[in-house]
T-cell receptor, first 114, second 115 residues
Framework: DAGVIQSPRHEVTEMGQEVTLRCKPISGHDYLFWYRQTMMRGLELLIYFNNNVPIDDSGMPEDRFSAKMPNASFSTLKIQPSEPRDSAVYFC????????????FGPGTRLTVT | AQTVTQSQPEMSVQEAETVTLSCTYDTSESDYYLFWYKQPPSRQMILVIRQEAYKQQNATENRFSVNFQKAAKSFSLKISDSQLGDAAMYFCAYRSKAAGNKLTFGGGTRVLVKP
């Protein structure tokens, strides 16, 4: 298996622009997670899905952030409009089911908003 | 809400020596999982070791072992025979069994390995 795939690996954009991050989970995994990593706040969960349905979005910072999972093999995290404080590394992770202890992380997308 | 604290921002160890990373957590639950993840410069998050709270025996994975003290809510990681490839950020993480499948991470400890 190719593991969790994220694209792009790096994104540089200007303030005010729309940014879309993409994730393909491991095939057969029921859970998908979006995390953000910054120096100030560390690793924090933004949202997670179970069988394509959002379960907990309490970590989504504000309305500028939205996430979708239209099918079992694809998810997006969108920021519109982007701001410099959104600069971070965004990770996608997936896990097999509720009893599975391990989350498999993608390589992350480094987002820079200027 | 659960919190995870790693009090050591950075630790240095000589190659082939042993280093211990500390982690404490706060929870009112009795059953949960604890993890240590490694993040090398490549950014990839790699699971190192896990512990289930109901198991008294400390988990071991090759050169990595934990000291799980449930009453003290402490979960330290010991790296034995340190290798240059162990240099990375290490994150302690908590997962509730009752309240969803999400991980709560500590702030991380950077491990430097001196040749």
């Amino acid at each position: 298996d190719a593991g969790v795939i994220q694209s792009p690996r790096h994104e540089v954009t200007e303030m005010g622009q729309e940014v879309t991050l993409r994730c393909k989970p491991i095939s057969g995994h029921d859970y998908l997670f979006w995390y953000r990593q910054t120096m100030m706040r560390g690793l924090e969960l933004l949202i997670y899905f179970n069988n394509n349905v959002p379960i907990d979005d309490s970590g989504m910072p504000e309305d500028r952030f939205s996430a979708k999972m239209p099918n079992a093999s694809f998810s997006t995290l969108k920021i519109q409009p982007s701001e410099p404080r959104d600069s971070a590394v965004y990770f996608c992770a997936s896990s097999l089911d509720f009893t599975s202890y391990e989350q498999y992380f993608g390589p992350g997308t480094r987002l820079t908003v200027t | 809400a659960q919190t995870v604290t790693q009090s050591q921002p950075e630790m240095s160890v000589q190659e082939a020596e042993t280093v211990t990373l500390s982690c404490t957590y706060d929870t009112s639950e009795s059953d949960y999982y604890l993890f240590w993840y490694k993040q090398p410069p490549s950014r990839q998050m790699i699971l190192v070791i896990r512990q289930e709270a109901y198991k008294q025996q400390n988990a071991t994975e090759n050169r990595f072992s934990v000291n799980f003290q449930k009453a003290a809510k402490s979960f330290s990681l010991k790296i034995s025979d340190s290798q240059l490839g162990d240099a990375a950020m290490y994150f302690c993480a908590y997962r509730s069994k009752a309240a969803g499948n999400k991980l709560t991470f500590g702030g991380g400890t950077r491990v430097l390995v001196k040749p």
